[in-house]
């Protein structure tokens, strides 16, 4: 990507040195902009730049440095320099707002919400080819930003996470969609205000030529309230019964998916692509890796790789539209994820669990559902086969 000569006399720190951090160092380099510099916590990353300094000469370089750049996964509150970053906040930056920076005319589609955002991005990009746009997924889900090669007219599809957003300031998307919004990554936002203001972001920069998309009251109001300039779109719930009578797609039919869908059907009204393209390019779409990822079947027992589900909130979609469920559970706990199993509860869900958090998921599941632990996945399955095979022997 090409950085106008105003932003090559900047000076950068550049704080992650993951993929993220690498495409800034590789975007900064072919754009022989001469300042900058570079750490990572980790000892084998830091090494991976000539610009790496040491940590208290990096400290001292953010005085005088024009804008700092984080990478997602950095938490101020748990940095090594977070009395420094916070001094010098107000220069803190995304790669995607070095982006926006640029004044790259091209058309943006910026996704978020808590859960929904890799199918809708892909959905979104499998659409746009097939209606012949050239068109770039980057983000959360793909390549960063800053790496991709673009033509004059490519559109750019952003799936941009909460940690991104939060940020960010100069982010400015032609489209911009809030899918939903339920407690998660608490722990790293601190409360539900911070974590809300970072998805609405999307929104703060955009005028009256751009458009906001969204479907939920709350969101909508609070999108008045503040009185964003951009065209509000609101998202047709009811879309949905006419996509089950028109669409052929065994995956995008799920309930799970509903609302990626509808958001599709909008922006596609929106850039004018006839209802018949958009059915057929559904009809076409093939599902995600590890998002209701129907990856074997034997014998009317179906496998389902859900794994992407990283809140009871997101995998709770899954356990409504199955029944006879065999649950294996685990891994991170998230700060204010709620287990609510009212609409789930008369499905038949049997749980094992398994991972270094068991405490927390025996807390969480007793006197809801039936559980049993058996600490490793290799267990889980045993268990599972030895008790379909009980059942059809009775």
Same mark, same amino acid.
């Given at each position: 990507?090409?950085?106008?000569?105003?932003?090559?006399?900047?000076?950068?720190?550049?704080?992650?040195?993951?993929?993220?951090?690498?495409?800034?160092?590789?975007?900064?380099?072919?754009?022989?902009?001469?300042?900058?510099?570079?750490?990572?916590?980790?000892?084998?990353?830091?090494?991976?730049?000539?610009?790496?300094?040491?940590?208290?000469?990096?400290?001292?370089?953010?005085?005088?440095?024009?804008?700092?750049?984080?990478?997602?996964?950095?938490?101020?509150?748990?940095?090594?320099?977070?009395?420094?970053?916070?001094?010098?906040?107000?220069?803190?930056?995304?790669?995607?707002?070095?982006?926006?920076?640029?004044?790259?005319?091209?058309?943006?589609?910026?996704?978020?919400?808590?859960?929904?955002?890799?199918?809708?991005?892909?959905?979104?990009?499998?659409?746009?080819?097939?209606?012949?746009?050239?068109?770039?997924?980057?983000?959360?889900?793909?390549?960063?930003?800053?790496?991709?090669?673009?033509?004059?007219?490519?559109?750019?599809?952003?799936?941009?996470?909460?940690?991104?957003?939060?940020?960010?300031?100069?982010?400015?998307?032609?489209?911009?969609?809030?899918?939903?919004?339920?407690?998660?990554?608490?722990?790293?936002?601190?409360?539900?205000?911070?974590?809300?203001?970072?998805?609405?972001?999307?929104?703060?920069?955009?005028?009256?030529?751009?458009?906001?998309?969204?479907? /939920?009251? =709350?969101?909508?109001?609070?999108?008045?309230?503040?009185?964003?300039? $951009? @065209?509000?779109?609101? !998202? #047709? +719930? %009811?879309?949905?019964?006419?996509?089950?009578?028109?669409?052929?797609?065994?995956?995008?039919?799920?309930?799970?998916?509903?609302?990626?869908?509808?958001?599709?059907?909008?922006?596609?009204?929106?850039?004018?692509?006839?209802?018949?393209?958009?059915?057929?390019?559904?009809?076409?779409?093939?599902?995600?890796?590890?998002?209701?990822?129907?990856?074997?079947?034997?014998?009317?027992? /179906?496998? =389902?790789?859900?794994?992407?589900?990283?809140?009871?909130?997101?995998? $709770? @979609?899954?356990?409504? !539209? #199955? +029944? %006879?469920?065999?649950?294996?559970?685990?891994?991170?706990?998230?700060?204010?994820?709620?287990?609510?199993?009212?609409?789930?509860?008369?499905?038949?869900?049997?749980?094992?669990?398994?991972?270094?958090?068991?405490?927390?998921?025996?807390?969480?599941?007793?006197?809801?559902?039936?559980?049993?632990?058996?600490?490793?996945?290799?267990?889980?399955?045993?268990?599972?086969?030895?008790?379909?095979?009980?059942?059809?022997?009775?």
């Amino acid at each position: 990507m090409i950085l106008p000569n105003k932003l090559r006399e900047k000076s950068f720190a550049i704080y992650g040195m993951g993929i993220t951090g690498r495409s800034v160092v590789d975007c900064l380099k072919k754009n022989k902009v001469k300042k900058y510099y570079t750490w990572d916590d980790n000892k084998i990353k830091k090494k991976s730049d000539k610009y790496k300094l040491k940590l208290s000469q990096f400290k001292k370089s953010l005085k005088n440095i024009d804008y700092i750049v984080l990478s997602p996964g950095i938490n101020i509150d748990k940095s090594k320099i977070k009395k420094n970053l916070n001094t010098y906040r107000n220069k803190i930056i995304s790669d995607i707002d070095l982006f926006y920076m640029s004044k790259i005319q091209n058309k943006s589609i910026v996704v978020t919400g808590t859960n929904g955002k890799s199918t809708t991005c892909k959905v979104i990009e499998h659409l746009l080819k097939k209606n012949n746009f050239d068109v770039k997924l980057v983000g959360n889900i793909g390549q960063p930003i800053l790496s991709i090669k673009i033509k004059k007219n490519t559109i750019i599809v952003i799936e941009a996470s909460s940690f991104q957003l939060a940020y960010s300031k100069f982010i400015k998307p032609d489209y911009a969609m809030i899918l939903n919004i339920s407690k998660d990554h608490l722990d790293w936002h601190k409360n539900m205000k911070n974590y809300i203001n970072a998805k609405f972001k999307i929104f703060s920069n955009q005028d009256n030529k751009n458009f906001a998309l969204l479907n /939920n009251q =709350i969101l909508i109001k609070r999108f008045k309230t503040q009185k964003y300039k $951009s @065209k509000l779109k609101k !998202v #047709n +719930k %009811n879309y949905i019964n006419f996509f089950n009578s028109q669409i052929r797609n065994k995956y995008l039919n799920l309930k799970i998916n509903s609302e990626n869908i509808q958001y599709a059907y909008a922006l596609s009204k929106i850039l004018k692509i006839k209802t018949n393209s958009f059915i057929k390019a559904c009809n076409s779409y093939i599902g995600l890796p590890h998002r209701y990822e129907e990856f074997y079947k034997i014998k009317g027992i /179906n496998f =389902i790789n859900d794994s992407k589900a990283t809140s009871f909130e997101s995998c $709770s @979609k899954a356990l409504q !539209v #199955n +029944k %006879n469920i065999y649950w294996i559970v685990g891994g991170k706990p998230k700060q204010g994820d709620i287990f609510k199993f009212d609409k789930v509860i008369k499905n038949n869900i049997r749980a094992f669990i398994i991972g270094k958090n068991i405490s927390f998921f025996k807390k969480k599941l007793k006197n809801k559902i039936d559980f049993q632990v058996v600490n490793s996945m290799k267990n889980a399955v045993i268990n599972i086969l030895k008790e379909i095979k009980k059942k059809k022997i009775k």
